[in-house]
C-alpha cells in the first residue's frame, strides 16, 4: 500500500500548526507547534481546527481516502511585562499577552512602601513614584549619599499584570 497526505506521498507531512505521521497499522500522531503564532494566539475556549486529507493506495491501485480533522484548543497564557518608561516620577509600564482579545489590568505591589518612597500603579500601567520627604526619609538619603560612591540611589519594585481570564505575570 503507498500513503499519501493532501496529494503528497509519504508517511509524514508538515501542515499548517504542526506536523502529522502514520506507522504501518493507520495509527497517526499528531504534533503541534506550539511556537506557531496562530496556535500561542489562542486564548482559552478558542479553537482552531486543521484537516488533513489521508490516501491510501492498495496493489492494485484502489485508493480509499479519508479526513483526519484535529481540534487545537487554547489555553489562558500568563501576561509579560516587557518595558517600563519613566519621565521624572511618573512611568508606564507594559506588558504583552499572546493570547488574543487579553485585556490586561495593572496593579501595585502588596506592600507599594519602599526604601525612599512609595508606588501608585494605575489599571492601565500608569505609575507614580512618591518620595518620602519626612525627616527620617530625607536623614536616610543623606547618609546614603555622605557613604555612596555613586550619586544614584535605587528604588526597586514589581508590579503585578493580570489577563481578562486573571492570569498573573510580573
Avoid at 73 to 100: K, L, M, R
Avoid at 150 to 157: A, I, N, Y
Amino acid at each position: 500500500y503507498a500513503l499519501s497526505f493532501n496529494g503528497a506521498q509519504g508517511s509524514a507531512v508538515t501542515t499548517a500548526h504542526g506536523a502529522i505521521s502514520i506507522d504501518a497499522a493507520g495509527n497517526y500522531t499528531y504534533t503541534l507547534n506550539d511556537s506557531d503564532a496562530a496556535v500561542q494566539a489562542l486564548g482559552e475556549g478558542q479553537t482552531l481546527t486543521e484537516t488533513v486529507k489521508v490516501t491510501v493506495t492498495d496493489k492494485l491501485g484502489a485508493t480509499s481516502d479519508k479526513d483526519i480533522v484535529v481540534t487545537i484548543h487554547g489555553t489562558n497564557d500568563a501576561p509579560e511585562a516587557s518595558d517600563v518608561s519613566h519621565a521624572g516620577w511618573n512611568g508606564q509600564i507594559t506588558a504583552h499577552d499572546v493570547d488574543s482579545n487579553d485585556t490586561l489590568h495593572y496593579s501595585s505591589p502588596a506592600d507599594a512602601s519602599m526604601h525612599f518612597g512609595s508606588l501608585t500603579v494605575q489599571d492601565d500601567g500608569s505609575y507614580a513614584y512618591h518620595l518620602n520627604t519626612t525627616e527620617d526619609a530625607l536623614g536616610s538619603l543623606s547618609e546614603h549619599f555622605a557613604t555612596a560612591t555613586v550619586g544614584t540611589l535605587h528604588d526597586t519594585f514589581s508590579c503585578t499584570v493580570n489577563d481578562c481570564a486573571d492570569a498573573t505575570g510580573l
